[in-house]
């Protein structure tokens, strides 16, 4: 429970314990500012987040990509998302996914991995508007949302995630510059550069992959101190983003 959390922490951190937590580090930027306050007191432990989308070789190759200019400046982004929750997922029977007490509910718990995956490979998020709506019973407080989003380098693009229904069509984040165009989900990565036409398709794109990534990555910070992407600070930051999501839906 998120109440308890700054005591767990305190406890694992000053017991000398390094901690991994699951994803998101907080349900609002307000309690997660008071967990990172905690770890400030214990500057020499590693604290990670479990964001598994951002070791998602797919992610993490379409980013270089955009990084390295092979599309020129990126000008525009849109991704349309839709995860299908019925009672037969594994996720629907949660007890808190359930209370309706949760910021967001699924748009918090699944748009988590999706503004990550964006924060990554787009740019940093400066600002947002949304319409938001429960369109389904079962899945409180909120299970759709439609976004506008101006980034800091720019960019603008729409980001839409819905949980009450299902598509049968493809999910792909793209991203469009002055030189070519990538599209990119957890399957696979293609770029359009003028004559330039490739693509890097995954075999295994179940979780796995990047949960073993990410936990090496845990394992390498704590033996040889090295850098890791899913800090608390940068995961917080995720929170943010949903949380003025969340507010815009409202206002």
């Known amino acids: 429970p998120p109440n308890e959390m700054p005591r767990a922490l305190e406890i694992s951190l000053a017991s000398g314990k390094h901690v991994f937590s699951e994803k998101p580090i907080s349900p609002d930027v307000r309690s997660g500012r008071t967990l990172l306050a905690v770890h400030a007191r214990h500057p020499g432990s590693v604290w990670m987040v479990g ?6 070789a797919t992610f993490i190759r379409a980013a270089k990509i955009v990084a390295a200019g092979e599309i020129g400046r990126p000008l525009y982004c849109h991704w349309a998302d839709h995860f299908h929750v019925t009672p037969t997922n594994k996720y629907y029977s949660t007890t808190w996914r359930q209370s309706g007490t949760v910021p967001g509910g699924y748009l918090l718990d699944s748009g988590i991995h999706r503004v990550a995956a964006l924060r990554m490979i787009v740019g940093e998020v400066a600002e947002v508007c949304a319409l938001g709506a429960q369109l389904r019973p079962d899945l409180p407080p909120l299970d759709t949302q439609c976004a506008a989003l101006r980034f800091q380098n720019g960019v603008i693009g729409s980001y839409s995630l819905t949980v009450a229904t299902s598509l049968p069509v493809p999910t792909l984040l793209t991203v469009v510059g002055t030189a070519g165009h990538l599209q990119v ?8 550069a003028g004559e330039r036409r490739e693509s890097w398709p995954v075999v295994d794109y179940s979780d796995l992959p990047a949960i073993r990534s990410e936990f090496a990555a845990f394992a390498a910070a704590i033996r040889w101190q090295e850098p890791f992407r899913n800090t608390p600070v940068e995961t917080l930051q995720d929170v943010a983003v949903v949380e003025a999501l969340l507010e815009a839906t409202q206002t």
């Open 51 to 56: 964001e598994n989308w951002r070791y998602e």
């Open 185 to 192: 989900d957890r399957r696979g990565v293609q770029i359009v």
